[in-house]
């Protein structure tokens, strides 16, 4: 049995009861008993019933998908909250970090991250993992304590950003280092030793590039 807790600090445990079986007694049960016939013999609620039903069962199966999603890439997450946790990655600014900043340096993670697995190979699984991060993202963003549309802003916001992101790396290894410190004060204008940020991502673009995504997927930690 797998047990997650969520960000929102409910247990979640993997496996479901058998929903359909249950829901079409349920169903059975009900039309037996209070549901009026036609002058044909059909119960006239049979129809609403059962699409409400079926509407629950596929809802179910959602939830479902979106479990065992949880539990295949949950260790990529955490391993880039861990890296995100990195206090040296703070010290060249002039003020408290914030969620901003965390956030900035966990796309940027994610970013590279992308940059190194993306092939035709890997495509399907990188989309369920980049719907899985983000998934999580909002699910801080409401912990946090933000309406839907303030939500639905941030959300965009930080897809954009992403994108920008992966789009100013995409060519990383060809650039010189004055290009890739010009890269890096795009996204982190606030820090103030780009060169120190420059070579922690340096050695952290190198270290992915030496890994494979299957053992990112297999390993609880590799921060």
């Known amino acids: 049995m797998y047990i997650q807790t969520s960000l929102s600090n409910l247990l979640v445990v993997e496996g479901l009861p058998k929903i359909f079986i249950i829901s079409f007694l349920l169903v059975s049960l009900i039309i037996s008993e209070v549901c009026f016939f036609s002058k044909n013999g059909t119960p006239w609620c049979l129809t609403t019933l059962l699409k409400e039903q079926f509407v629950t069962i596929n809802e179910r199966k959602i939830i479902y998908n979106i479990l065992i999603m949880n539990k295949k890439y949950i260790h990529i997450y955490n391993n880039l909250i861990n890296y995100t946790r990195n206090k040296d990655l703070y010290k060249s600014l002039n003020r408290d970090d914030n969620f901003s900043d965390r956030l900035t340096l966990f796309l940027l993670h994610f970013s590279f991250f992308l940059k190194n697995f993306k092939n035709e190979e890997n495509k399907i699984i990188l989309q369920e993992i980049y719907d899985f991060i983000f998934r999580q993202l909002e699910l801080s ?72 995504l299957n053992s990112y997927l297999k390993s609880v930690s590799n921060a």
């Open 141 to 212: 963003i409401r912990e946090i304590g933000y309406g839907d549309q303030s939500i639905n802003k941030k959300m965009k916001d930080y897809i954009n950003l992403f994108h920008s992101m992966v789009s100013e790396i995409h060519f990383w290894k060809s650039l010189s280092r004055s290009e890739k410190k010009e890269k890096f004060s795009i996204f982190l204008s606030d820090f103030g030793q780009l060169e120190d940020m420059l070579e922690y991502f340096e050695v952290f673009n190198a270290d992915l590039s030496k890994k494979t």
